[in-house]
């Protein structure tokens, strides 16, 4: 039982939090930086698997160790706060699977 409590505690901040970053204009400043970073480090992301040897053989745990090494290296260069940077690293995160069809489109030509 407590953990439901927990639960829908977490899902109510979560809630919250996503309203704000969608209705107030300091959120929407803050989500659309947090976006253009993490395309940034999405493009940076592509670019080191592209050129390892390891690009067909890589899992997604490696995927996401490397969004961390390229989100932590763009953190330090732009002076992100640490919330910022775990958004990003997140966003980037989940398109592993869009990464996963480039490089098989890529492969073929």
Do not use: C, P
């Not at 039982?1 to 901040?13: E, I, Y």
């Not at 300091?26 to 592209?50: C, F, M, N, S, W």
């Amino acid at each position: 039982m407590a953990r439901t409590h927990k639960l829908l505690w977490l899902g109510s901040l979560l809630g919250a939090g996503l309203i704000w970053l969608n209705t107030t204009k300091k959120g929407q400043e803050l989500r659309d930086q947090a976006l253009g970073h993490a395309e940034q480090v999405y493009d940076r992301v592509k670019e080191r698997l592209q050129g390892s040897e390891t690009w067909d053989k890589l899992s997604r745990s490696r995927f996401g160790e490397v969004v961390s090494e390229v989100a932590d290296e763009y953190s330090r260069e732009h002076g992100l706060g640490e919330n910022v940077k775990r958004i990003v690293v997140r966003v980037v995160n989940s398109q592993w699977g869009h990464l996963r069809k480039e490089g098989r489109r890529m492969r073929r030509t």
